[in-house]
């Protein structure tokens, strides 16, 4: 499809928004201004990027500080006209002083926009997904590559690659309120891997999510699976399996995870993985809360969750150190059975089931119910500990000394 085959109507396009940073600075000549955009300008042009793409393909707005390129092709081009032109900048850059340098921030979404027709009867376009653009690449800092879930999540489906370099950030909140969760693509030479410092993140929803679920939802049964991979280093694998059965009659359609950790750690560094009882992952829609000892984020079902449904589970895995040897469970929803099974090496203690006190948690003492403990053939020991008819608000901690 070209651009003359389109009356001015609304289309779906993926959308390159960049500025040059600081260019608003008032101690700035106009002069450098005029010769900064010049130079971003004259860059993307010399892009493969850009000039391999057909003029009917595409559609450019400028916007004083920088552009919004539409691309018609596919969602690959904006990320790919980003990394380059990144590349082309860092050596225009190059022995320049500060002043002289040319540095960008950069948004990318896929979205419906209005080709328009402007007072000359140039054609030129407008709309939400230009906006929705202009908003996430408001959110960067000096280098960030960021997109929007949409574009993200279908660059990520695409290739390993794309897996890599295109990082979950955090939900923030942009204009008038409005929530969105946000990627950041960075790698060798492109791309900023710090999280943006001035934007509004979104508050923790766990509470309030809680609360929601425990009048629609109770669980039968919850199993915690920890192995032991590396004793010295105490490199621990959970496997977190929940059957969610629904008690409503509204369906369930996600469901909000939370890992709290001594070490700190990216999310990338706990391997996370969700996925549903036909090991068909779960997609993340949203991170609130993704501070260096506590992660949250909400997973969607890939069909919802309906009332009296058997069957239905997710689970969570990921892989995190514990140099202080416990892992501690709190119910914020009731259970009709929970088993945790712990897989450690031989020379090591097995592990004590201590209950908690939420309220002081200082105040633990030893459970009446302790684990029971089988040798496995390579010489291993798995401890499982079951108990029945949790109700919300208990805890138990499980402790491993040596």
Known sequence: MSLDSISPSLIHANLFFVDIVGLSDPTMSTKTQIKKIESLNRTITNCAGFSSTSKDNMLILPTGDGMVIAFLQGPELPLRLAIELQGKLTLHNKGK????????RIGIHSGPV???????????????????????????????ILLSSRV???????????????????????????????YSAYGKGFGNSKVPINASYQKSRMAREVNKLRKKAI????????????????????????????????????????????????????????????NEPLKISSISVDNPNQKEFTTIFNRPVMKAEKGRYYILEYDIEEPDRYFENAFLVDCQKFMMSIDYPPGMDPPIVYELNLENEDQKKRSRIQPIIRRTEDHHNIAKWVKRDIVQGQSFRFEWLS
């Open 97 to 104: 002083i500060p002043s002289e340098t040319v540095r960008t």
């Open 114 to 144: 209005f080709v328009v027709n402007d007072i000359l009867n140039n054609r030129n376009i407008w709309g939400p997904g230009i906006i929705i653009a202009r908003r996430i690449m408001d959110v960067g800092d000096d280098g960030h």
């Open 152 to 182: 993200a999540e279908d660059l990520r489906e695409l290739s390993d690659q794309y897996k890599q370099i295109i990082k979950p950030l955090h939900d923030y909140t942009i204009k008038h309120g409005q929530t969105l969760l946000i």
């Open 219 to 278: 669980y039968p049964f919850i199993e915690v699976s920890m192995i032991i991979k590396d004793a010295k280093k105490m490199l621990v694998h959970y496997k977190r399996i929940y059957e969610i059965q629904n008690i409503s009659d509204k369906p369930i359609h996600s469901v909000v995870h939370g890992v709290a950790t001594d070490m700190e750690k990216t999310f990338d560094e706990l391997n996370l993985r969700v996925y549903d009882e036909n």
